[in-house]
């Protein structure tokens, strides 16, 4: 029958799937990560009553069956994910049904997370990234960048990551991530590989997403975690957090941690090649090519500076707050259809998959959070360190945050632990500041999950790693931050003048 087909000239079935018109192969690992996802939901959703948290105060904490529902279909979302046994946006979709079929949340509150407004600014950052490639904009900028950098590959890496950090000062690390995601893959066209994967594409990506979370700590501008855990702060201690107070703590951590992402993936990740031969005089020739900058793309860049300057201007002008992030990113969507620089063919292209995938992960998130089972969590973990050493009971609220924020939104993984930690923190004679710093360095930098923040899933895209590679490298670099986090504690942010012990 191939040959059959062969001599005719039509494609032959996929080798993967039939051998020799053998059946369709099974395959054993798929199927074994689907049941083992559906035994645990099925195994905690229909398990007797659990035990009620308590915290220190005394007060209880239910887990209630919807709760405990949230927790099962955490666990059978996280599974899938991480193994990929299907898509990873229809793990999304089965996240939303499992609610609504099991009676965790209603089908509404379930799918209505799947248009939240922070899905609908991924969807806008996305947007940003196709002007940039339609235009040229994504050539010129990967162009230059390499003009500088130079032919090795280990500081084209370094380039890529220090571009990113320094992009996430100044705008939401998700459009940070948005904007260098198609210049990455202009540079890594050049590579000469094309499509495969390789472990220079790998680090390329991988260490563009973790360096967008390192960056995004450093300022108010980088992300809504910060402000929002500011105003929490306030709230419980009466203390403001200035603008550059925030950068004077994290500045060296934030930096520290882009550095040591290119170390590791330098050992673990290093590319094949040493150098990209050539590479200096075929940029010099295809900058020659591309010509003077045109109108549209000078459009693109007025745009996309309009909407970063609106943002960055919330933190300091009151009448610009009550605005929505997502509302002023999809401003220049708008003008890009309307103006003609994208066309139904761009709205086409747009991966659907990875706004499912974030769709799926507000979802999950506000299911968790609604239902009690976060808080719950929270707190049985946290009274666990309560007659802790002061530095095992922040690092232990940091490692919450960060194992957290990988699931559900890092403002969220804060809203919920912090009330808690402060509470115990008085008992232990723990400064507030602390813990609130703490958390913030993790909340910011979830390395492990590709639901843990925007810049993962978009570097996903890229479809030079898997969702296992990525949880991999991610534990490791994981530890390495809390490793730098306990260092930070006990000597850099006592010397710059914070308080860590209540006198």
Known sequence: MAEKKKQEGLPE?????????????????????????????????FSPAWPDAVDPMGKHFPLTKEAKGA?????????WWVFEVVPIGVTSIAIGVFQAIFAIRSAKDAFRDFMDPSVMFIFGSVVVGLAFTKTGLTKRLAYNMLNV?????????????????????????????????????????????????????????IGMAYAAGAGSIITFLGAARGPAAAGMF?????????????????FLIGWIMVFLIWVYL?????PEKNIIPGLRDKVKTMMKELGPMTGQE????????????????????????????????????????????????????????????FSGAMSIGFCLWKTGAAQWMAVNWLVMFQQAPWIIFVLGIATFVLLMTNFIMNVAAIAI???????????????????????????????????????????YQSGQFTPGEFFKHGITMSIVLILVLAVFLVTVWPL????????
């Open 13 to 45: 079935p996929p080798a993967e799937i039939y051998v020799a018109g053998e059946k369709r192969k099974i395959n054993w690992k798929r199927i074994f990560f689907i049941f083992l996802g559906l035994a645990f939901f099925f195994g905690i959703y």
């Open 71 to 79: 927790i099962a279909l955490f666990l059978l979302a996280g599974i």
């Open 149 to 205: 950098v130079g032919e090795r590959t280990s500081m084209i890496v370094l380039g890529a990551l220090i571009v990113t950090a320094g992009l996430a000062h100044l705008m939401a690390h998700t459009a940070a991530a948005a904007t260098v995601f198609p210049i990455l893959l202009a540079i890594n066209a050049l590579y000469g590989e094309g499509d495969k994967p390789t472990k220079f594409g790998k680090a390329l990506f």
């Open 234 to 250: 306030k709230e419980f201690t009466g203390r403001d957090i200035g603008f550059f107070e925030l950068t004077k703590y994290m």
């Open 266 to 270: 330098m050992l673990f990740l290093k």
């Open 298 to 357: 000078k459009f693109v860049i007025i745009c996309v500076l309009a909407v970063i300057a609106v943002m960055s201007l919330q933190s300091f002008v009151p009448a610009l707050k009550p605005l929505d992030r997502s509302a002023i990113m999809l401003c220049s969507t708008l003008l890009f259809f309307l103006t003609g620089v994208l066309t139904i063919k761009e709205l086409e292209d747009i991966p659907w998959n990875i706004i499912l995938l």
């Open 417 to 459: 632990s912090l009330p808690v930690s402060l509470v115990i923190a008085q008992y232990l004679g723990v400064a507030p500041d602390v813990i609130l710093y703490a958390s913030l360095v993790t909340a910011g930098m979830p390395f492990v999950l590709l639901i843990g923040a925007a810049p993962n899933a978009i570097s």
């Open 496 to 503: 710059l003048g914070m308080p860590i012990l209540l006198k």
